[in-house]
């Protein structure tokens, strides 16, 4: 079966640090893994998606994530965070069958301080 | 150019009414779907649609009833609603599994916020 973890239910930086979100996830096979960014009151929007090419995906908005196998891991990093950050972000698996499923963490809001 | 249209954005109803919500999408998808995000933010796939035929259906009553008329249309009809349908619905497409070789992105529409009094 197919899960993510995300570890952290709610991050907060200042605008030009580091953002580190954390997601760890658990499939029975080399899974297909995504990230998806929730603005308040807005709909889902696709930051990035891993499907087993390159380990390290870049996304939208200067965010990125490393896949690494050994740690069950697939963390979503930016540089420099900006206020146009803050949202809700989930960490998704998806389960490779006819079936296209996919299965949401449950969310790590990332608030922004100037 | 939405890609992903959902109507309403907004529902307000009362226990026991019957209501629909309609999504739209023009990317010439093949296969759609319907999330349901809870209060806690937590999403759960209800449905999916692929070339007018379910192709997964997670535990969830028979009051709520995907209608496909075509491929880029999947509307969600709920009967009898009850206080704990109150949620915001969220619909979804992409290309079936397998079309370009591994998993299909799927595109998410703006939601409707559905409250039952």
């Known amino acids: 079966a197919q899960s993510v973890t995300q570890l952290d239910s709610h991050v907060s930086v200042s605008e030009g640090t580091p953002v580190l979100l954390r997601c760890n996830y658990s499939?029975?096979?080399?899974?297909?893994l995504f990230w998806y960014v929730q603005h308040p009151n807005k709909g889902l929007q696709l930051l990035l998606k891993y499907t087993s090419a390159a380990t390290l995906v870049k996304g939208i908005n200067g965010f990125e994530a490393e896949f690494k196998k050994s740690e069950t891991s697939f963390h979503l990093t930016k540089p420099s965070a900006h206020m146009s950050d803050a949202a809700e972000y989930f960490c998704?698996?998806?389960?490779?069958?006819?079936?296209?499923?996919?299965?949401f963490g449950t969310g790590t809001r990332l608030t922004v301080i100037p | 150019d939405t890609a992903v249209s959902q109507t309403p954005k907004y529902l307000v109803t009362q226990m026991g009414n019957d209501k629909s919500i309609k999504c739209e999408q023009n990317?010439?998808?093949?296969?759609m779907y319907w999330y349901k995000q809870d209060s806690k933010k937590f999403l759960k796939i209800m449905f999916s649609y692929n070339n007018k035929e379910l192709i997964i259906n997670e535990t969830v009553p028979n009051r709520f009833s995907p209608k496909s008329p075509d491929k880029a249309h999947l509307n969600l009809h709920i009967n009898s609603l009850e206080l704990g349908d109150s949620a915001v619905y969220f619909c979804?497409?992409?290309?079936?599994?397998?079309?370009?070789?591994?998993?299909?992105?799927?595109?998410f529409g703006p939601g409707t916020r559905l409250l039952v009094l």
């Open positions: 979804a497409s992409s290309q079936p599994m397998g079309l370009a070789g591994g998993q299909e992105t799927q595109y």
């Open positions: 499939s029975s096979y080399s899974p297909s």
């Open positions: 998704v698996v998806s389960d490779l069958t006819g079936a296209n499923n996919l299965f």
């Open positions: 990317l010439g998808h093949d296969t």
